[in-house]
Nanobody, 119 residues
Framework: QGQLVESGGGLVQAGGSLRLSCAVSGSIFRFNALGWYRQAPGKQRELVATVTGAGGTNYADSVKGRFTISRDNTKNTVYLQMNSLKPEDTAVYYC?????????????WGQGTQVTVSS
C-alpha cells in the first residue's frame, strides 16, 4: 500500500529555509504523481507542488521561485525545499501519493508536519 512518513517541519524565521522529506513505503514508481499539500488553520487544504514519474513538476503560484519539489527514486523519498519562507507559508504540510489503477484513482496521505514561519 502507500504509507507515507513526513519529516523536516519546524519553526523558522521569515526569510529562512526548511526541507521537508516524505519517505514512501515500497517503490515510488507505483505512483503516477507525488506531491505536497498544505492546510492552514481555518482554510482548505491546497496544493503546493507535485512531481510526476517522468519528473514533470507543478507549483502553486504562491510558491513558484521559492519552493522546489524533487524525488529520489533510489531512496523512495520526495522532498520539498522551501526557501524565502513567509509567515503565510505557516501550515501543516502533507505528503501525497497518487496512482490510477484500472481507471480508478487512489490517494495516499502522510500524517502531516507542522511548518511555522515567524515574522
Amino acid at each position: 500500500q502507500g504509507q507515507l512518513v513526513e519529516s523536516g517541519g519546524g519553526l523558522v524565521q521569515a526569510g529562512g529555509s526548511l526541507r521537508l522529506s516524505c519517505a514512501v513505503s515500497g517503490s515510488i514508481f507505483r505512483f503516477n504523481a507525488l506531491g505536497w499539500y498544505r492546510q492552514a488553520p481555518g482554510k482548505q487544504r491546497e496544493l503546493v507542488a507535485t512531481v510526476t514519474g517522468a519528473g514533470g513538476t507543478n507549483y502553486a503560484d504562491s510558491v513558484k521561485g521559492r519552493f522546489t519539489i524533487s524525488r529520489d527514486n533510489t531512496k523512495n523519498t520526495v522532498y520539498l525545499q522551501m526557501n524565502s519562507l513567509k509567515p503565510e507559508d505557516t501550515a501543516v504540510y502533507y505528503c501525497n501519493a497518487a496512482r490510477v489503477v484500472a481507471g480508478t484513482g487512489f490517494n495516499y496521505w502522510g500524517q502531516g508536519t507542522q511548518v511555522t514561519v515567524s515574522s
